[in-house]
């Protein structure tokens, strides 16, 4: 009896630790806006680059506010294809941390010029293309598990 108390107890604790983990990639500046070293900013960008591994490099990343929900916007491009990531992150004592247990939503064109996301009861829930000249309006929304980002960043920061 007292074994599977231990058991559940030692389950309680890694689910607890996980669910916290995260890592600081930059600080808030007084204009709202994040600064990074250099080391951060290279970890996004590999990690953007191996998280997607078809060629599509990070060009520019800012954050947004959607609701009570922080997102690290990263914006990246592979040819005339463009695409906009939205990673919860937290900000605590104007530093901020990328988080293990994040979400990765992705919006991306194909034949859409550009494509944003749509915004719903203050919740990212979909793609919209903003184009009129478009050839179609169609954009690619898609929700991926963020501990994969997380890991790549982790572990470049931490090299």
Known sequence: MIRSYLLILFFLIVSKQSLCQQIAIGTINS??????????????????????ADGRKLDTFYINKVGQVKYL????????????????????NNTVHLN??????????????ECNFFIENNKV???????????????????????????????IIEE
């Not at 204009?31 to 997607?52: C, G, H, P, W």
């Not at 916007?73 to 605590?92: E, F, P, R």
């Not at 293990?100 to 919006?107: P, W």
């Not at 184009?131 to 501990?147: A, E, M, P, R, V």
């Open 31 to 52: 204009n709202d806006q994040i600064e990074m070293n250099d080391k951060s900013k290279r970890a996004l960008k590999v990690a953007y680059l191996r998280t997607f």
């Open 100 to 113: 293990a247990n994040s979400e990765m939503k992705t919006c991306s064109n194909g034949a859409c010029n």
């Open 73 to 92: 916007i990263l914006l990246g491009s592979k040819v005339n294809v463009k695409s906009k990531s939205a990673v919860s992150i937290s900000i605590i």
């Open 125 to 155: 829930v979909a793609c919209k293309c903003e184009s009129n000249g478009s050839i179609s309006n169609h954009c690619t929304y898609k929700i991926n598990d963020g501990n994969f980002f997380y890991t790549l960043v982790s572990k």
